[in-house]
Nanobody, 124 residues
Framework: VQLVDSGGGLVQAGDSLSLSCAASGFTFSRYGMAWFRQAPGKEREFVASITLSGDLTAYADSVKGRFGISRDNAKNTVYLQMNRLKPEDTAVYYC??????????????????WGQGTQVTVSS
């Protein structure tokens, strides 16, 4: 099983960035997917999730209206489009997979597979 996060980088406040997570080694279309993030000195927090079919999504209040999660089951990939980035969005972003894919889960304990993380840094 492998989740490979990519797309992070250094951007300025107000810019956009798109993250990708390529999955392999499990039946991607049967899993719900999510993005979490962890800033230095802080606990990992939920960002966004999407059900296995992509029909339902959920967002943390801090990113609602700015971030968009999507998936392409044909490509075994989940995406996170981040717009109007703020310095407080700076963190390592991780994608994760849950076998309870029919729900939009926000607790990291519900996720069994994790990516290695990709750094997003937003300068003011």
């Amino acid at each position: 099983v492998q989740l490979v996060d990519s797309g992070g980088g250094l951007v300025q406040a107000g810019d956009s960035l798109s993250l990708s997570c390529a999955a392999s080694g499990f039946t991607f279309s049967r899993y719900g997917m999510a993005w979490f993030r962890q800033a230095p000195g802080k606990e990992r927090e939920f960002v966004a999730s999407i059900t296995l079919s992509g029909d339902l999504t959920a967002y943390a209040d801090s990113v609602k209206g700015r971030f968009g999660i999507s998936r392409d089951n044909a490509k075994n990939t989940v995406y996170l489009q981040m717009n109007r980035l703020k310095p407080e969005d700076t963190a390592v972003y991780y994608c994760a997979a849950s076998s309870r894919g029919w729900r939009t889960l926000v607790d990291d304990n519900d996720y069994v597979y994790w990516g290695q993380g990709t750094q997003v840094t937003v300068s003011s």
